[in-house]
T-cell receptor, first 116, second 113 residues
């Protein structure tokens, strides 16, 4: 069965530190990849997505992610985090690329706390 | 000008009751979804509708019945509520059934006592 794993359950960083959140998926077919963010008390919103082309994807708020097909990974990075980045981060994979509809599978989420 | 809205935001009820959660989107999208987020924040798709047609129906107890009266609305009715149904339920929408960003509602926190 398809699945998405995220390496860290909870990450605590000081402001200006660099961030890398790991994401791996298990699915042998073509995938589309996403990172969503959920700020405290708010709904999920899209940070960035990868469909094809350059495996290094840039998103909003200075985030980027790199798709490494051989490693089935899509890690999220940010060179310098801010207190306002405190949120829950979800990696997601669309495993329905070869079907007629989307089937997005979410990872369990990583909670990021940034200390001022 | 809320894009995806859900009502109610909080729902506290007794075991065995029947309850409904409503979802509306004003984005003009034709595909809508219901997700369940458990206490460990794990988000899992339950249903998806495209143009009022059910296209995804994951392994969900048949106590859960989605209803889509039109493209802008997707409601979730739950019969005979159980303790394990306690979770946050998110509605989402997208344009087209493939490759499009999903826009999420604010969630409905259901607590079954």
């Amino acid at each position: 069965a398809q699945s998405v794993s995220q390496h860290n359950h909870h990450v605590i960083l000081s402001e200006a530190a660099s961030l890398e959140l790991g994401c791996n998926y298990s699915y042998g077919g073509t995938v589309n990849l996403f990172w969503y963010v959920q700020y405290p008390g708010q709904h999920l919103q899209l940070l960035l997505k990868y469909f094809s082309g350059d495996p290094l994807v840039k998103g909003i708020k200075g985030f980027e992610a790199e798709f490494i097909k051989s490693k089935f990974s899509f890690n999220l990075r940010k060179p310098s985090v801010q207190w306002s980045d405190t949120a829950e981060y979800f990696c997601a994979v669309n495993a329905g690329v070869e079907t007629s509809y989307d089937k997005v599978i979410f990872g369990p989420g990583t909670s990021l706390s940034v200390i001022p | 000008d809320t894009a995806v809205s859900q009502t109610p935001k909080y729902l506290v009820t007794q075991m065995g009751n029947d309850k409904s959660i409503k979802c509306e989107q004003n984005l003009g999208h034709d595909t809508m979804y219901w997700y369940k987020q458990d206490s460990k924040k794990f988000l899992k798709i339950m249903f998806s509708y495209n143009n009022k047609e059910l296209i995804i129906n994951e392994t969900v107890p048949n106590r859960f019945s989605p209803k889509s009266p039109d493209k802008a609305h997707l409601n979730l009715h739950i019969n005979s509520l159980e303790l394990g149904d306690s979770a946050v339920y998110f509605c989402a929408s997208s344009q087209g059934r493939r490759f499009y960003e999903q826009f999420f509602g604010p969630g409905t926190r259901l607590t079954v006592l």
